[in-house]
């Protein structure tokens, strides 16, 4: 158990739709970091958080957004959805906000649009 | 490209046995991580090599770095079955900025009993 939650666990929904993940980091962590791994991309870093405030850019698409709130936890929202999105949604967290921190990453949200 | 490949793609060896992954990259990097992740689960970082490091061992794990060929190795030494895993090769820092890790397509290792 890597002390990272995600939920929820699977979610299955419609194109069109718009979903939210949630992801509570390990205490003590302040980075929060999303990630998309689908089979035909592999594992794409999407966006980080630090303390609250956006720190890095990856491959997110404009559909996607995200937050960190002030208790740490932080949402991923998907609009618009396409059948595209479907994947694997993996959320890491860390102590510090560069990559030499070690990264604990979460059990993952399936997303499934049908 | 930015990501680490690793080689080989797929990896079967019998229980016991010492497995051997390779990761090649392009770009100057502050860090290489290798991180396993088990069928559809999260994943799990293993270890950390600084670009000042030449290698490094954790428990039944040994890696090395070696920056003028840009290329690592991940060695794991009398394998369990419980090995059976995807393993990446992940960059970090430098060109791309400290806060991403760059993930490579994985050698799926397994494991025979």
């Known amino acids: 158990d890597s002390g990272v939650t995600q939920t929820p666990k699977h979610l299955i929904t419609a194109t069109g739709q718009r979903v939210t993940l949630r992801c509570s980091p390990r205490s003590g962590d302040l980075s929060v970091y999303w990630y998309q791994q689908s089979l035909d991309q592999g594992l794409q870093f999407l966006i980080q958080y630090y303390n609250g405030e956006e720190r890095a850019k990856g491959n997110i698409l404009e559909r996607f957004s995200a937050q960190q709130f002030p208790d740490l936890h932080s949402e991923l929202n998907l609009s618009s959805l396409e059948l595209g999105d479907s994947a694997l949604y993996f959320c890491?967290?860390?102590?510090?906000?560069?990559?030499?921190?070690?990264?604990?990453f979460g059990p993952g949200t399936r997303l499934t649009v049908t | 490209s930015q990501q680490g490949e690793e080689d080989p793609q797929a990896l079967s060896i019998q229980e016991g046995e010492n497995a051997t992954m390779n990761c090649s990259y392009k770009t100057s990097i502050n860090n290489l991580q290798w991180y396993r992740q088990n069928s559809g689960r999260g994943l799990v970082h293993l270890i950390l090599i600084r670009s000042n490091e030449r290698e490094k061992h954790s428990g039944r794990l040994r890696v090395t770095l070696d920056t003028s060929k840009k290329s690592s190795s991940l060695l794991i030494t009398a394998s369990r079955a419980a090995d059976t895993a995807s393993y990446f090769c992940v960059l970090g820092g430098s060109n791309f900025g400290n806060e991403k890790l760059t993930f490579g397509t994985g050698t799926r290792l397994t494991i025979i009993p």
């Open positions: 890491a967290s860390s102590v510090g906000r560069d990559t030499i921190y070690e990264q604990y």
